[in-house]
Structure formats: structure tokens, C-alpha cells
């Protein structure tokens, strides 16, 4: 039996009628085509498929899309406003905080949320807010170098 | 025709350049496998094997037919047609199993892929893998490769019971002689553990069919499109120019997908029969079981030197755990450990036997380093036990035993010829950047207080730019084309596939450099047969060394194509080209690239004997490999309560030849020097005695996370490579192969005064303090 949810997806007001199983990241991917986010192991370890619900970031594909019924969903896709680039996007440009990219529209969620909440972070933190989210390729430096360049900018 | 020149100042070669792929990255608006999505396309799902070893009785699909939404279930039986997966690696006396795509009568490993299911909805082929009732018949199986050289171990393939795939053998020198010399000799039994790859990205296929073509379209998450569209239709009996594979944006690979698989036949096969396009996406418990594993090896070392600390020469005995098949490149890769034994060291006798065994595991194939890190990890782990035994500084016996900068090329007991070198330049730089005197005051100090503390040192050597052709499986060159549109903008292929390292980039600023032009004018194409001449691919650290020098070659050409347009069009027989015009040295009258590239397409007047337009292909075989090197220096400290290990300082010098852009290869220093800090403390794949994959999922296998690695001091040393015009060596594995031994090192530096000579790897917490306690070093 699908379920209809009413929700507001980057921004914009949106209902459908799901399966009661699907999880929110299918439903953003396969239903929306919201493909930013990730799919990289399907059981809230990597973190590449993290999004924003209700200002908080999470990974969605740990929750269902009945889940999310009724709030507000951010993905990196609604990040960039007026053709910007949100600072911790241009920060993991221009620090060469990604290479391959796949944990990178996570990571950038993760560090989002970890700059709002902390918007001076030592390393320490900074290591300790992308925790939930693996990267194998960059051996995390440069995107702490990111972090820690979003914050300055912000702070500047 | 302009009359003044503008002269363009900038360069970029050698520059902190950012990544031209970035902003498609960054917003989420890039297209992996897995976003694909095609009108009436089908998924996917596979039956794997729960058991490492058995034989199938029978396979029942009725009731997963039944359900709604599925529209086939094939079996090995329905695959017959297909050929095998390919072994690239040739061997003399090899044993290669027969690898089918979909397994027989009888199934080799956990994971290993039995039937597949096709259906309408991902969740409903997801949940019809269920309803598959095969019915087993468990046999015994062997999962460690010294317990299956054994008497009587189960036989992986029955065809072969003693589980052996190949030996092989080679030396140089004469190692009986330095032996029989030699003052002392030192010996270790060193294991490199199994280490699941893990790209964030698993593996994927969208295969699209159109029968009306009789064209398939293969978009797999690869790092050989070419490869694999030649050995892929050759197993589904496909004319190769009737595929096309494409490799869109792929998420890391790190070896794992220097690889043909089962699964991207299948998926062929799949919408050959179905009709319709079909996507396959790896499940992460799917990629940790069935997707190539690497390492595993134990090496049985002996090292002969005199007391003054020179060495002699070295045996190795190395057991490689291959297991159940050979994929793409699986015998070859002990090999390379056997060739880059020597490490960074002058020695000239070497006596090395390999032992490839068959175990009832995934195949282990190339991942990162691919069989440098085992060997480096092995001589320099030796190394220090030598300097250990005979109370000689870590540093001094490296110094002491390093090839000469003068003796390049230098030719190794292994038959390889290093091109360049000043191995004690990166070792002088790591040792002042960690104030290594002070820092041995300290741990003398830190010793008093009861604290261990180590310091450890790795000086690598490594071969990268695979390679010269005769000495490769594949073939080793690789294609370049620029292509200068009729408006002047650049357009570069090139056959190296990169995903991740950035070459769209280092390309566009090697190609905006040579022609003298904005970078933002190029544009660097990649991974589509369709678009991109044949290429060998992106691995081995070879991408810029062979990819970027042929597209240099091709720059070369094109440049004297334009000067003689632009001599035409100048009407001069003295011109020059700089910062993206053809200037004439007489009148300085000059004419711009774009003026040139219209000229040439437009075709109204032609110098002689030249064609149109401004399109120029090289296909660059190497003279030889590249061989960078690098010293890194670890400092750790164990907490003598739990037996964690705290790396207090990473320090790596990597001497890459000469750096394209700095900003990249500190990235690629950063990710190697984390997998090889992986491998050393925290990674290991486990199988238990059964065969059962024990780290199935990330809850059990520890990737590093960002809290669990240290800040890496990282810097260079530049010496450039003869080999190429553009003096680069690589970089890609550099960290992984220099990060293993330096930690490692360090931590039995930390315990050595306690008796402790040597520890396997993964230095857990757990392994720390066992080895603590039975050295009376607990708290």
C-alpha cells in the first residue's frame, strides 16, 4: 500500500505516493532525481548519502521516505543559492578537499552541519564533526584544510 | 591579423592549479553508474554463494519467478555461451581454473555469484534473490595459504590438490656466495595481510542493448573502458566495434576496478537477452566479498650483511594467497614484489621463489602499490631488524646501502634499471624536518618516564608508469589526441581513464602551457570508446608519465602544423610560436591560434603538402619505467594500558620527479600515506577457518575515519625522470608503499628495548598489548 508524503525538497513543496519501504535516499535518487547524494553502503556507516532533514544532517538511507513526511529536506543540489556556491563548496574547490567525489556531497552536508553548530573549529573538531562520513581518497587533510578555510572565510 | 603581441607571462605547469572536475563534484551534478537512469531499464540482483566451499545440487527459481515484477532468473547453465572471465597474467606452467560467469556444478568462495535475478523494481530483484533455493551440498574448504600448502588441506580445485598455481622463480647475482660471506643474517617471517579495497563508490553496470544495431553499450564504473570492451567482446562473442563502454564519472578504484568481472559480461548478456537496458549496482557486503581483495602475502625473509652494516644480499620466499581464481592480473602481482625487492638499496645478489596458492577466497589482484608495498614493507622492515641487530642507526644503514646518485641508471640484482635517483636528498629533508637528533633525546627521555615512544623510517623506491609494452600484460603505451576546433578551443582524449587523480586537470594546464593559451580553453575527455582513441587506462601510477607525455607528443606535432599555417598565413619563412601565436621574427606581425585553427578548417589555401584541420593522435610507448622514491618518518606512541598507537607526527619527502601540480600530488600523498596507515594499524580481512568472510561490512572492516589519522607533514624533492620529456614519475602509490614500513617501524622502535624485533600487521590495539604482555612491558 503506498503512502502518500507531502514534503518540502530543497526549497520546493513536493507529495508523492511511496512504498512505506522505500528509503529516503531511493526517493530522492530513483523518484526525484536528486542524485548528489550517494549511495555507498546502505547501512549508515560511510556517510555519502547524508542530507539535510529539518537543518539536521543525516543519512538517509537509514530513514524511510515516510520518514521525512511533513519536513524539509536539503541536498547538496539545493545548496548553491543565486548561482553561488555555498562557502563549504567553494572551500572544497578551492582546498582540493575531494577527488574522486563520491563521499563528497556528504561531506560537504557533514561539514555544513558542523560549521553551524561550531563555527570556529579546532582540528580536533573538525575531525571529530566528519566522523560519520568515510573518504578514501583524500586521507581527509585537504578537506580539513576546507573546513578550517569555510570557517576563516565565514569569521573574515 | 594583429601587428602587436600580447606575450602571455603565466604557466601553469608546476602550479597550485584547482580542479577543472570539481564544480560538477561539488554540486552533486555529476553521473556515476548508478545515476543513470534509461527508459524501461531493468535491475539486477545477484544469488551469491553463503558457503566457500560446495557443490550445487540443484537450483530452483520457480517461486522468484513467480513474483511480480521479475522477468528472468539465469543460472551458469543458461551462461555456457559466454566465455570465461579473463587472467591477463601469463606464467610459466600456470593453472588457470576455468572462471565462468554464473558458477557451474560447483561454487569456490563466499560471495562467488550463482544466478541472477531481473526484475522490473530494484527492491523487487532485491527481494526474488530470496526466493532462489539453491540447494548445497558444503564441501571442505582452506582459507589461509599456508594451511592449503599443507598435507591434506582441502583442495580449492579438486584438479589440483596440492592448491598450487604457479611457482616461480628468480635471482640475481650469487646469493650463496654473499651468503656463505656474509657477517651476519638476519630472518623474519613478515605477513602483508589481505585488504579490501573499499572505493566509496562499489562497482556498477548499466548495459544497454540495441538489437537493431546489434550494439551494446556497457557503462561500468572501471578504470580500463578499453580493455574492457576488447575482453568483454571477445566473452559475449561480440564484434568489439559493436561495444561500446563507457566509464562516466567513476568513485575511486585503487586497483579494484583494473579489472574485468563476472558481473559486467553478465550484464551484457543480460539485456542481450532481455531486450531492454539493465543496471546492476554492487551491494557494499557484495563489493567486500566479491570484488578483488589485495595483498596477501607471507614472505619469509633472510638478509646477509657484514657488521659494519652493508648488505649482501637477500632470499625471499613469498606465498601469495591468490584465492579461488585468477582475475585480471592475479599471479602477476607478486611478481612486481619480487622485481622491487631491492627497494632503494645497492645490493646485486637476490634469490627469490614465489608460491601462488589456490584458497577458497575472493581472488586478491592489484590494489594500490599492487606489490611494491609488500615488497618495501618487507626490505625495510628488514632493514631495521639488520640495524637492530648490529645497534646501527636506522638512518645510517639506509644512508650506508643507498644507490649512488652517481650510479644511475642503475641496473638491480632483478633486472630492472632505475632512471634516476638521490635517495639520501628525501631522507636528509625527513630527518631535518623532524629534528631527528632531538627527537631520539627525547625518546631516550620519554623512556625514562616509562613512555614508549617510537620513531620509525621508510626509504622507498617504487616503479611506476606501467610501462614498457614488452614487459606488460596489456600492453603498456598510451593514446593522446588533441583536437583544435575550428574557433581554437582545445579539446584533449586521452586513453588513461582517471577517476579521481585529477588529470582533466594536469592535462588541460600540461596542453594550456604548450600552446600558450587560458586553461579554461581546454577541455579534457575521457572514458567513452566512443570518443577516445584505444588506451590502456588509469592505474600503476602512470596516468601523467605515459597518458601526459602522449599527449604532450601530440602537442608537439600540432604545434608544427600550426607554424606552418601560421608561416602561410604570415607569408614569412621565419616564424615562431609563443604564448598562442604564430609571430613572424622579422616584421612581429603575428597571427592567434583561433586565426590558425580557422584558416586550417576552412581550407581556402593550403601550405604544401599539409591537410586540413588541427588534429593530432600519438600513441607513446615508454623506453622504460619510472621509479620514484621517497624517506618518511613516523613517531608514535603506545598507550602501555590499552596498546592503542597515536602517530604524534607523519612525515613524508616523496620524490615524484618533477611536479605538474603541487595542490594534486600532495592529495595523492595525503590518500596513499592514509591506505598504507590503514594497512598498518587498523585493516585486515578476515576470513575465519571456514571460509566465511569474517569483516563482511563496514561495521567490521576499519577504513580510517578522519579522527584515526595523523596531520602528514608532507614535502618533496624534485629529481626528474630521463624517461619522459616532461620529467615526471608518478605519485599515485607513492604514500601507500612509503607508509606501512614507517609505522610499523616506529612501533617496534617503540618496543624494541624490550625484546620486541617484530610485529605483524594490523598493529590493533589488541596485538600491542598481547605482544606487551609477554614482554613484561604492561602497565
Known sequence: ?156 | MGTTTAIRTKTYVGERIRRKEDPRLITGTATYVDDIQMPGMHHASIVRSPHAAARIKGIDAKRALETPGVVAVFTGADVKEVGPVPCGASLPGLRVPQHSILARDRVYFVGHPVAVVVATDRYVARDAVDLVEVDYEPLPAVADPERALEPGAPAVHPEWPDNVAFTYHQEGGDVNKAFAGAEVVVKQRITSQRLIPTAMETRGVVADWRAGDKALTLYSSTQIPHLLRTLVAMMLGLAENRLRVVAPEVGGGFGSKLNVYAEEALMGFVAMRIGKPVKWIESRRENFAATIHGRGHVDYFELAANKDGTILGLKLKLIQDLGAYHQLLTPAIPTLSVLMIPGVYRFQNVFCDIVGVFTNCVPTDAYRGAGRPEATHGIERMVDILADELKIDAAEIRRKNFVRPDEFPFATATGLSYDSGNYAAPLDKALEIVDYNRLLEEQQQARKEGRLVGVGISTYGEICAFGPSPATPAGGWESGSVNIDPTGKVTVATGASPHGQGEETTFAQIAADELGIDIDDVVVVHGDTAIVSYGIGTFGSRATAVGGTAVYFALQELKKKIGTFGAMLLDSGDVSYRAGRCICNKTGKSVSLSEIAAASYRAMKLPPNTEPGLVSTCFWEPPNFTFPFGAHIAVTEIDRETGAVSVKRYVAVDDCGKIINPLLVDGQVHGGVVQGLGQALFEQAVYDETGQLVTGELMDYAVPKATMVPWIESSHTETPSPVNPLGVKGVGEAGTIGASPAIVNSVVDALSHLGVQHLDMPLTPERVWRTLQQHGGQA
Open chain 1, 1 to 156: 500500500m503506498k503512502r502518500k508524503i507531502t514534503l518540502k525538497i530543497n526549497g520546493k513543496p513536493r507529495s508523492d505516493e511511496v512504498e512505506p519501504r522505500l528509503l529516503l535516499i531511493h526517493y530522492l535518487r530513483d523518484v526525484l532525481g536528486l542524485t548528489g547524494p550517494h549511495i555507498g553502503c546502505e547501512t549508515s556507516l560511510c556517510g555519502a548519502c547524508t542530507v539535510s532533514l529539518d537543518g539536521k544532517a543525516v543519512k538517509s538511507c537509514a530513514l524511510l521516505a515516510v520518514q521525512a513526511d511533513g519536513r524539509e529536506v536539503l541536498t547538496i543540489e539545493g545548496l548553491a543559492a543565486n548561482g553561488q556556491l555555498h562557502p563549504v563548496q567553494q572551500a572544497f574547490w578551492d582546498e582540493h578537499g575531494l577527488q574522486c567525489g563520491f563521499c563528497t556531497p556528504g561531506m560537504i552536508m557533514a561539514s555544513r552541519q558542523l560549521l553551524e553548530r561550531n563555527p570556529n573549529p579546532t582540528e580536533a573538531e573538525i575531525r571529530h564533526g566528519i566522523d560519520g562520513n568515510l573518504c578514501r581518497c583524500t586521507g581527509y587533510q585537504h578537506i580539513v584544510n576546507a573546513v578550517k578555510a569555510a570557517a576563516a572565510k565565514a569569521g573574515a
